[in-house]
């Protein structure tokens, strides 16, 4: 093997997440020249904020640091161009009450964080140069001093006196006690008076945070406050929810009673509010559901079962919003009787893997509740839909999925130990065992014959060997069979007859194997990768043959394996730029024409033109015309999305998609790309 090019990048500009300011619009508004946002919708939405002047408009916030926009109560969402952060998620949103233009978002889970500020409706944003570098978890404006907004945050209480431009901290920095702020609010007549939650308790101040006492009589020791509510037609009524349940004071926090009533009251409640047309109804949103209390707290009614992030309340009709964890945006317009989602447009998922059966498409998102969520879609994933308690799947957790291609029935998945069958589209399923066989010579033995001679004989050894873990599955259509790959870290086993008996490919592949790449021809030529080297096959894998790469293959993000019978070259996407081979692997080139050497998330062939191939490198979509030689960036972006994998189903040819980290899968329409 040798290496004919190779050009190094710096470490700093692999880590480099480029932003831009263009807006991508939601799925619910069509469109034919750029890629559309197709979901699965919903996920968790961790904050969300009404309009207090204009009721139609509503912002929501989730973790990735992805921030949506509804104008039209919610019943559609667009994604704004929220500055991405990684690891960022929204813990707070404030809709300037005097301007509808001006948002105020806190981040926390990155060391970006901090307070970012929009005064165009969302399209623009500014990092707040007082408020940034550390977390900023609440957000309060005051009810009759406009323009007053408070924070709290890891570094204490800071106050605006003018919306937001500027900031000053008023609490105590050498009071170690705040300055984990976890929960703010400002008395509606009074805004000198204002409280503040803490991971140990709560405090107040009635000069404008000159001075701070803290106000804890009643309240159960070292509670963490995750939230606290002003009765805005009787201050002197204040609600706090906290990790040991929910208080009530009569005397604006002086003393705390705790209200009983919710089962295991135990609970982390991190929201309570007041109905506003019906002063004596209390909701509280904890990690397992809404209750609801018509009688001041006496009594409790659970409304649903989900961990409720955030809550807010329309101040025109009263209808009441609730970001849910897994459970996305949901809405009650009659006192949470009935509660309906709404996420059409907002997606807030990474998916595990995704595969097509058929031309029926499927993904599945590992970690969503209590079991894997399995999604379908059966028109060219426009739009899915999620397959409700599939059985045999409860509290099972799959991380690869992959379907027949001849079949839109028959799909094999497996978690990290087990492997498991559907026979009707992921409705049901059932384990199977997966225990591979290997041969090996064994040492030469001398036997005795009939006629009493002695002659030395070969033996194989046949071996019986269970993965320990399954990092994926592949099932590539041979003919009239299918065969299947499973990847494991005890190597890579083979099955031709629909998963009954599996076979590790050779005694010397017995390694760590992380996935098998087939050409979109489905023409028997692979690419096996694992953990110390690529191997190449030209025949559904009964043989391979050894090709050294020239970096690591933990720097390798995915690979893309031309028809058999073309010219184009295998393309290796990895941290360092994208890698080719015209010769099985024997030698590499690193592609440098049109296509920058920088990290190359994911790179496939056309099913439909084998000289055709996709990269995508930092959200910027790459086309080659000419097998991977020659490169050039696509007119339409995603730049502020990150873009794990690009996907083409050789059963839907015109359409190209692309799975995120966070917002799901998009998809663009491949003549446009042509």
């Given at each position: 093997?040798?290496?004919?090019?190779?050009?190094l990048?710096?470490?700093?500009?692999?880590?480099?997440?480029?932003?831009?300011?263009?807006?991508?619009?939601?799925?619910?508004?069509?469109?034919?020249?750029?890629?559309?946002?197709?979901?699965?919708?919903?996920?968790?939405?961790?904050?969300?904020?009404?309009?207090?002047?204009?009721?139609?408009?509503?912002?929501?916030?989730?973790?990735?640091?992805?921030?949506?926009?509804?104008?039209?109560?919610g019943?559609?969402?667009?994604?704004?161009?929220?500055?991405?952060?990684?690891?960022?998620?929204?813990?707070?949103?404030?809709?300037?009450?005097?301007?509808?233009?001006?948002?105020?978002?806190?981040?926390?889970?990155?060391?970006?964080?901090?307070?970012?500020?929009?005064?165009?409706?969302?399209?623009?944003?500014?990092?707040?140069?007082?408020?940034?570098?550390?977390?900023?978890?609440?957000?309060?404006?005051?009810?009759?001093?406009p323009?007053?907004?408070?924070?709290?945050?890891?570094?204490?209480?800071?106050?605006?006196?003018?919306?937001?431009?500027?900031?000053?901290?008023?609490?105590?920095?050498?009071?170690?006690?705040?300055?984990?702020?976890?929960a703010?609010?400002?008395?509606?007549?009074?805004?000198?008076?204002?409280?503040?939650?803490?991971?140990?308790?709560?405090?107040?101040?009635?000069?404008?945070?000159?001075?701070?006492?803290?106000?804890?009589?009643?309240?159960?020791?070292?509670?963490?406050v995750?939230?606290?509510?002003?009765?805005?037609?009787?201050?002197?009524?204040?609600?706090?929810?906290a990790?040991?349940?929910i208080?009530?004071?009569?005397?604006?926090?002086?003393?705390?009673?705790?209200?009983?009533?919710?089962?295991?009251?135990?609970?982390r409640?991190?929201?309570?509010?007041?109905?506003?047309?019906?002063?004596?109804?209390?909701?509280?949103?904890?990690?397992?559901?809404?209750?609801?209390?018509?009688?001041?707290?006496?009594?409790?009614?659970?409304l649903?079962?989900?961990?409720?992030n955030?809550?807010?309340?329309?101040?025109?009709?009263?209808?009441?919003?609730?970001?849910?964890?897994?459970?996305?945006?949901?809405?009650?317009?009659d006192?949470?009787k009935?509660?309906?989602?709404?996420?059409?447009?907002?997606?807030?998922?990474?998916?595990?893997?995704?595969?097509?059966?058929?031309?029926?498409?499927?993904a599945?998102?590992?970690?969503?509740?209590?079991?894997?969520?399995?999604?379908?879609?059966?028109?060219?994933?426009?739009?899915?839909?999620?397959?409700?308690?599939?059985?045999g799947?409860?509290?099972?957790?799959?991380?690869?999925?992959?379907?027949?291609?001849?079949?839109?029935?028959?799909?094999?998945?497996?978690?990290?130990?087990?492997?498991?069958?559907?026979?009707?589209?992921?409705?049901?399923?059932?384990?199977?065992?997966?225990?591979?066989?290997?041969?090996?010579?064994?040492?030469?033995?001398?036997?005795?014959?009939?006629?009493?001679?002695?002659?030395?004989?070969?033996?194989?050894?046949?071996h019986?060997?269970?993965?320990?873990?399954?990092?994926?599955?592949?099932?590539?259509?041979?003919?009239?069979?299918?065969?299947?790959?499973?990847?494991?870290?005890?190597?890579?086993?083979?099955?031709?007859?629909?998963?009954?008996?599996?076979?590790?490919?050779?005694?010397?592949?017995?390694?760590?194997?992380?996935?098998?790449?087939?050409?979109?021809?489905?023409?028997?030529?692979?690419?096996?990768?694992?953990?110390?080297?690529?191997?190449?096959?030209?025949d559904?894998?009964?043989?391979?043959?050894?090709?050294?790469?020239?970096?690591?293959?933990?720097?390798?993000?995915?690979?893309?394996?031309?028809?058999?019978?073309?010219?184009?070259?295998?393309?290796?996407?990895?941290?360092?730029?994208?890698?080719?081979?015209?010769?099985?692997?024997?030698?590499?080139?690193?592609?440098?024409?049109?296509?920058?050497?920088?990290?190359?998330?994911?790179?496939?062939?056309?099913?439909i033109?084998?000289?055709?191939?996709?990269?995508?490198?930092?959200?910027?979509?790459?086309?080659?015309?000419?097998?991977?030689?020659?490169?050039?960036?696509?007119?339409?972006?995603?730049?502020?999305?990150?873009?794990?994998?690009?996907?083409?189903?050789?059963?839907?040819p015109?359409?190209?998609?692309?799975?995120?980290?966070?917002?799901?899968?998009?998809?663009?329409?491949?003549?446009?790309?042509r």
């Open positions: 093997m040798r290496l004919e090019s190779l050009t990048i710096s470490a700093s500009l692999v880590s480099l997440i480029l932003f831009s300011t263009v807006a991508v619009q939601g799925a619910s508004i069509p469109r034919t020249d750029d890629w559309q946002i197709a979901g699965p919708y919903g996920g968790s939405a961790t904050a969300v904020a009404v309009d207090s002047q204009n009721p139609k408009i509503l912002l929501a916030g989730a973790r990735q640091s992805l921030l949506y926009k509804s104008d039209d109560y019943n559609s969402w667009t994604l704004l161009p929220f500055p991405k952060r990684a690891f960022g998620q929204v813990d707070a949103i404030l809709i300037d009450p005097r301007d509808s233009q001006h948002y105020l978002v806190a981040l926390s889970g990155t060391s970006d964080a901090g307070l970012f500020v929009s005064s165009d409706s969302g399209h623009t944003w500014t990092a707040s140069k007082t408020l940034s570098g550390f977390t900023v978890r609440s957000l309060a404006a005051s009810a009759s001093e323009g007053r907004f408070v924070a709290g945050t890891t570094q204490g209480v800071y106050l605006s006196a003018d919306a937001g431009n500027t900031w000053s901290r008023i609490s105590d920095p050498m009071n170690l006690e705040m300055l984990g702020i976890t703010v609010a400002i008395d509606p007549q009074n805004p000198q008076i204002i409280y503040a939650g803490t991971t140990h308790l709560p405090w107040k101040t009635t000069d404008g945070g000159k001075t701070w006492e803290s106000i804890h009589a009643g309240m159960i020791n070292d509670s963490d995750f939230s606290i509510f002003i009765d805005p037609k009787s201050p002197d009524r204040v609600f706090a929810s990790c040991s349940g208080y009530r004071s009569a005397n604006r926090g002086d003393v705390w009673q705790k209200i009983l009533g919710i089962p295991n009251t135990s609970r409640t991190h929201v309570i509010r007041l109905d506003p047309t019906a002063p004596g109804t209390i909701y509280a949103g904890t990690t397992m559901g809404l209750f609801r209390s018509n009688d001041a707290g006496g009594t409790w009614r659970q649903n079962e989900q961990q409720v955030s809550l807010t309340f329309s101040p025109a009709k009263a209808d009441m919003y609730l970001a849910l964890e897994e459970g996305g945006l949901w809405k009650s317009d006192q949470g009935t509660l309906a989602p709404l996420n059409n447009g907002f997606v807030a998922r990474r998916l595990t893997a995704v595969t097509a059966a058929g031309k029926r498409l499927f599945i998102q590992a970690l969503d509740g209590e079991s894997t969520g399995l999604f379908t879609s059966d028109n060219a994933g426009e739009t899915w839909q999620r397959i409700s308690d599939p059985v799947l409860a509290g099972v957790h799959l991380e690869s999925i992959t379907g027949i291609p001849g079949s839109d029935q028959v799909l094999f998945a497996a978690t990290q130990r087990q492997l498991f069958k559907s026979a009707d589209a992921g409705r049901s399923w059932k384990p199977m065992l997966l225990s591979g066989t290997y041969k090996e010579k064994g040492k030469p033995i001398r036997v005795r014959t009939a006629k009493g001679r002695y002659i030395t004989r070969e033996r194989t050894i046949e019986t060997l269970r993965p320990s873990a399954i990092n994926s599955l592949t099932a590539i259509a041979s003919g009239t069979h299918t065969v299947l790959f499973a990847a494991s870290d005890r190597g890579l086993l083979r099955s031709t007859d629909g998963g009954s008996k599996w076979t590790f490919v050779t005694a010397g592949l017995l390694t760590p194997f992380r996935k098998v790449f087939a050409s979109p021809a489905n023409d028997g030529r692979l690419v096996a990768l694992s953990k110390l080297n690529l191997y190449f096959s030209n559904f894998g009964e043989t391979w043959k050894a090709a050294q790469f020239p970096l690591e293959t933990s720097q390798i993000n995915g690979i893309a394996v031309p028809p058999a019978n073309s010219s184009s070259r295998v393309l290796v996407a990895t941290f360092r730029g994208l890698y080719s081979s015209k010769d099985d692997g024997q030698t590499w080139f690193v592609v440098n024409s049109g296509l920058p050497i920088s990290t190359v998330e994911s790179a496939i062939y056309s099913s033109e084998p000289s055709v191939a996709y990269a995508v490198e930092f959200g910027q979509l790459y086309q080659s015309k000419d097998g991977g030689v020659q490169w050039s960036a696509e007119p339409s972006t995603f730049r502020a999305l990150q873009i794990r994998q690009l996907w083409q189903p050789a059963q839907l015109d359409r190209l998609f692309a799975v995120t980290n966070d917002i799901g899968i998009l998809f663009r329409n491949q003549a446009y790309i």
